[in-house]
């Protein structure tokens, strides 16, 4: 029995892993040591996710230098070294409630009991949940150590065993303690919170607490204005300037800064069992802690914690940065029992909010042509997910664009979705790359009507005058109510979606995904999926209407009606496949076509040269392919190749005329309904006309069909008709 994964897609694997590797350790250098950020910190994050993702499928490839199995750089040689009695570790990400399922999956699996049920170490009162959780500051770690209460050293996580020691600017800050609270002082807010102040050692020779040090929103506001002021460069997050502030050789600046600080975590033991406890015993002996953390009962408890601080409105009423929460296991002794994994403890996890970039790689480059004629290249990528949203498409502008970003196809690259507009890639990553990448070139020739591309400044535009308008009509007639009937997806929509660059033809619209609308302006993700929903609802269409869809020059309702009865089509189970309805055609000759009643020599070429463009052929391909069903209706009797006599249906030889409203169905639906069972639907009202439904506020239809002596029926007539 061959293996189900084979050697090529493991040396694939191997070699995705070790650029991936060699990628994050520059990137973290520059982050954790350089204090500068070469890419956007969820771009760094979405690497290391797809680092940690694939090692778990290849685990022999996991080596020790992994940037998964170790927390950072070296400190820099400025500052004296400081060696950490517990190893500092960080946690592993999470991006969605499937990741944070699958994290306590493993870890109940790892300690063989199920966490949620087990609760946390107490009964009642703080530390009974089994979880507690926290906001995840985008600030620096730090490590604080007091001596009989006295403040003596403070610490940068460094590479997590070794940091850089900077006491001095650190007790620049004034929420850092230099002095802890007395033990009294201590009892007398742990009683307030609930706890027994006799349980713990609120006076311990030495303590070790660890925190996260950040600039305000305020203050990083202050400081770029005057930089401004100065004409100096800006930062570009407070999180650089926090690290940036801590590592300044000169207190003074880093005093100016006004930096603030949260502590969360004891290292050692003062009489907690709770991580809960933790922070209420910090907060006792005087340290400043985040009031928005809470316990939770159960993990469903803990992502909708993460969600509620998703919320804009919320998330941007902080007075700090935040990237997500965390997830604690709330029990100590369960927390130690667990132990680490890489760089991480298994007993904790970060939750993530949705990154604004993140990183994937380009398959395709498509070219779109635009309602304006302009030619716009779109990346089709690997989905991902960037602002809460899962993308496959970004624009990629024009081929200066492309030669600025040095993008060839393959690429992996960065993301970025910044506001509600449409996706755009901001960086190649070179360094990833296979040999297998291939270099794009704009069309010479317009892929919708194959007219020479001329170049307009950086604008590659379509040279005939006629094709973004015939191109735009057609998707308009697509979408119609007489063919897919596709609501909510009228002419400024389509006119919206082609502008940037997300369809090019009407298969495309079958492709569309929820991120790729909701991230358009003036588009939520409730307005996106419904649209998504509506069009998935409408992949099935009966052969008239698909037919008549596909805009074939002088092919209206009523000639795709009698093309879809009197073709020989192959049927299964009430269904053709639109590449049997493409073979037929093909087949067909101009006399074959000519053969079909009310069809003359115009419209038979019309047809006959339309199913033999290649630009068709692949549109209908690519129909299948998205899975465009077509539901068949009944054949007519033939009478030579392709002629008929006496069709089948109770319906079969007469026709139908619709004028007013009707109630029970709107007009097209009526159409359907008389083709289905072999009737004929038409718009005008002749000689050959047998019955005219007039429904609510007829129109002069029915006048001409009284001078003609033609049947006149209401709609419960009609209905009574197709009931028969």
């Given at each position: 029995?061959?293996?189900t994964?084979g050697?090529?897609e493991k040396a694939?694997?191997?070699e995705?892993?070790?650029?991936?590797?060699r990628e994050?350790?520059?990137?973290?250098?520059?982050?954790?040591?350089?204090?500068?950020s070469?890419?956007p910190d969820?771009?760094l994050?979405s690497?290391?996710?797809?680092?940690?993702?694939?090692?778990?499928?290849?685990p022999?490839?996991?080596?020790?230098d992994?940037?998964?199995?170790?927390?950072a750089?070296?400190?820099?040689?400025?500052?004296a070294?400081?060696?950490?009695t517990?190893?500092m570790?960080s946690?592993?990400?999470?991006?969605?409630?499937k990741?944070v399922t699958?994290?306590?999956?493993?870890?109940d699996?790892?300690?063989g009991?199920d966490?949620e049920?087990?609760g946390g170490?107490?009964?009642?009162?703080?530390g009974?949940?089994?979880?507690?959780c926290?906001?995840?500051?985008?600030?620096?770690a730090?490590?604080?150590?007091?001596?009989?209460?006295?403040?003596?050293r403070?610490?940068?996580?460094g590479?997590?065993?070794?940091?850089?020691?900077?006491?001095q600017n650190?007790?620049t800050?004034e929420a850092?303690?230099?002095r802890?609270?007395d033990?009294?002082?201590?009892?007398?807010?742990?009683?307030k919170?609930?706890?027994d102040?006799?349980e713990?050692?609120?006076?311990?020779?030495?303590?070790?607490v660890r925190?996260?040090?950040f600039?305000?929103?305020?203050?990083?506001?202050?400081?770029?204005?005057?930089?401004?002021?100065t004409?100096?460069?800006?930062?570009a997050?407070?999180?650089n300037?926090?690290?940036?502030?801590i590592?300044?050789?000169?207190?003074?600046?880093?005093a100016?800064?006004?930096?603030d600080s949260?502590?969360y975590d004891i290292?050692?033991e003062?009489?907690?069992?709770?991580?809960e406890e933790e922070?209420?015993?910090?907060?006792?002996?005087?340290?400043?802690t985040?009031?928005?953390?809470?316990?939770?009962?159960?993990?469903?408890?803990a992502?909708a914690?993460?969600?509620?601080?998703?919320?804009?409105?919320?998330?941007?009423g902080?007075?700090?940065?935040?990237?997500?929460?965390v997830?604690?296991?709330?029990?100590?002794?369960?927390?130690?029992?667990?132990?680490?994994?890489?760089?991480?403890p298994?007993a904790?996890i970060?939750?993530?909010f949705?990154?604004?970039?993140a990183?994937?790689?380009?398959?395709?480059?498509k070219?779109?042509v635009?309602?304006?004629g302009?030619?716009?290249?779109?990346?089709?990528m690997?989905?991902?997910?960037v602002?809460?949203v899962?993308i496959?498409?970004?624009?990629?502008?024009?081929?200066?664009e492309?030669?600025?970003?040095g993008?060839?196809?393959?690429?992996?690259?960065i993301?970025?979705r910044?506001?509600?507009?449409?996706?755009q890639?901001?960086?190649?990553?070179?360094?990833?790359?296979?040999?297998?990448?291939?270099?794009?070139?704009?069309?010479?020739?317009?892929?919708v009507?194959?007219?020479?591309?001329?170049?307009?400044?950086a604008?590659?535009?379509?040279s005939s005058?006629?094709?973004?308008?015939?191109?735009?009509?057609?998707?308009?007639?697509f979408?119609?109510?007489a063919?897919?009937n596709?609501?909510g997806?009228?002419?400024?929509?389509i006119?919206k979606f082609?502008?940037?660059?997300?369809i090019?033809?009407?298969?495309?619209i079958?492709?569309l995904?929820?991120g790729?609308?909701?991230?358009l302006e003036?588009?939520?993700?409730?307005s996106a999926?419904?649209?998504?929903?509506?069009i998935a609802a409408?992949r099935?269409?009966?052969?008239?209407?698909?037919l008549?869809?596909?805009g074939?020059?002088?092919?209206?309702?009523?000639?795709?009606?009698t093309?879809?009865?009197?073709l020989?089509?192959?049927?299964?189970e009430?269904e053709?496949k639109i590449?049997?309805?493409?073979?037929?055609?093909r087949?067909?000759?101009?006399d074959d076509?000519?053969?079909?009643p009310d069809?003359?020599?115009?419209?038979?070429?019309?047809?006959y040269?339309?199913?033999?463009?290649?630009?068709?052929v692949?549109l209908?391909?690519?129909?299948?392919?998205a899975?465009v069903t077509?539901?068949?209706?009944?054949?007519?009797a033939?009478?030579?190749?392709h002629?008929?006599?006496?069709?089948?249906?109770?319906l079969?030889g007469?026709t139908?005329?619709?004028?007013g409203?009707?109630e029970?169905?709107?007009?097209e639906?009526?159409?359907?309904r008389?083709?289905?069972?072999g009737g004929?639907?038409?718009?005008?009202v002749?000689k050959k006309?047998?019955?005219?439904?007039?429904?609510?506020?007829?129109?002069s239809?029915?006048?001409k069909?009284?001078k003609?002596?033609?049947?006149?029926?209401?709609?419960?007539?009609?209905l009574?008709?197709l009931?028969?």
């Amino acid at each position: 029995m061959p293996e189900t994964k084979g050697a090529a897609e493991k040396a694939r694997a191997h070699e995705r892993i070790e650029k991936l590797k060699r990628e994050i350790n520059k990137y973290r250098y520059d982050y954790h040591v350089l204090n500068r950020s070469a890419i956007p910190d969820s771009a760094l994050d979405s690497l290391k996710k797809e680092l940690f993702d694939l090692e778990a499928e290849w685990p022999e490839f996991v080596t020790s230098d992994s940037p998964t199995q170790r927390v950072a750089g070296k400190p820099l040689k400025q500052f004296a070294k400081v060696r950490h009695t517990d190893r500092m570790t960080s946690l592993n990400d999470a991006f969605s409630e499937k990741d944070v399922t699958a994290w306590l999956a493993r870890l109940d699996d790892f300690l063989g009991r199920d966490i949620e049920r087990t609760g946390g170490p107490r009964r009642h009162g703080p530390g009974s949940a089994p979880f507690y959780c926290e906001l995840k500051i985008d600030g620096l770690a730090i490590e604080l150590e007091y001596e009989r209460g006295v403040f003596v050293r403070g610490s940068t996580r460094g590479d997590g065993l070794v940091g850089e020691d900077v006491t001095q600017n650190l007790r620049t800050v004034e929420a850092i303690p230099l002095r802890l609270n007395d033990a009294e002082t201590a009892a007398t807010y742990l009683k307030k919170a609930g706890l027994d102040p006799k349980e713990y050692n609120l006076a311990p020779t030495h303590l070790v607490v660890r925190g996260e040090v950040f600039l305000t929103k305020k203050e990083f506001a202050k400081i770029n204005r005057e930089l401004e002021k100065t004409g100096g460069k800006t930062y570009a997050n407070p999180r650089n300037v926090a690290a940036g502030s801590i590592r300044q050789l000169d207190p003074k600046v880093t005093a100016s800064r006004r930096l603030d600080s949260f502590q969360y975590d004891i290292v050692g033991e003062v009489g907690q069992k709770a991580h809960e406890e933790e922070h209420l015993l910090l907060a006792a002996l005087g340290f400043k802690t985040n009031p928005d953390c809470r316990p939770a009962k159960t993990l469903a408890d803990a992502m909708a914690f993460r969600d509620y601080w998703a919320e804009p409105v919320r998330r941007e009423g902080l007075p700090y940065e935040i990237d997500g929460t965390v997830i604690f296991v709330n029990d100590n002794k369960v927390f130690a029992e667990a132990g680490v994994i890489g760089k991480a403890p298994r007993a904790g996890i970060a939750y993530k909010f949705s990154p604004r970039e993140a990183t994937t790689v380009v398959e395709d480059i498509k070219v779109q042509v635009g309602r304006t004629g302009a030619l716009t290249p779109v990346a089709v990528m690997r989905p991902v997910n960037v602002g809460g949203v899962t993308i496959t498409h970004a624009s990629l502008h024009n081929a200066d664009e492309i030669e600025r970003l040095g993008l060839k196809i393959g690429d992996t690259v960065i993301v970025q979705r910044a506001g509600d507009v449409i996706p755009q890639v901001t960086e190649v990553l070179p360094d990833l790359r296979t040999g297998h990448e291939r270099a794009f070139k704009m069309p010479a020739r317009c892929p919708v009507d194959g007219s020479p591309v001329v170049r307009e400044g950086a604008i590659s535009r379509c040279s005939s005058k006629t094709c973004a308008a015939q191109h735009r009509e057609a998707l308009y007639h697509f979408a119609s109510r007489a063919a897919f009937n596709i609501e909510g997806l009228g002419p400024k929509i389509i006119d919206k979606f082609l502008d940037e660059g997300l369809i090019s033809d009407a298969a495309d619209i079958f492709e569309l995904q929820k991120g790729d609308i909701a991230a358009l302006e003036r588009f939520g993700e409730k307005s996106a999926e419904n649209l998504v929903d509506e069009i998935a609802a409408k992949r099935h269409v009966t052969l008239p209407r698909f037919l008549y869809s596909l805009g074939i020059l002088h092919v209206g309702e009523e000639t795709a009606a009698t093309l879809a009865k009197t073709l020989d089509v192959p049927q299964r189970e009430g269904e053709v496949k639109i590449g049997d309805v493409a073979r037929t055609f093909r087949k067909m000759s101009m006399d074959d076509l000519r053969e079909v009643p009310d069809i003359g020599p115009i419209v038979a070429k019309s047809i006959y040269d339309w199913f033999r463009e290649s630009r068709s052929v692949s549109l209908l391909e690519r129909f299948e392919k998205a899975g465009v069903t077509v539901g068949a209706v009944p054949h007519a009797a033939k009478s030579g190749a392709h002629g008929s006599a006496a069709g089948e249906g109770k319906l079969s030889g007469k026709t139908f005329v619709l004028t007013g409203t009707l109630e029970s169905m709107d007009r097209e639906a009526a159409k359907e309904r008389i083709r289905a069972l072999g009737g004929d639907a038409s718009e005008s009202v002749g000689k050959k006309t047998d019955y005219l439904v007039a429904g609510a506020v007829p129109g002069s239809k029915r006048d001409k069909a009284k001078k003609l002596g033609v049947k006149i029926i209401d709609e419960k007539e009609f209905l009574k008709l197709l009931e028969e």
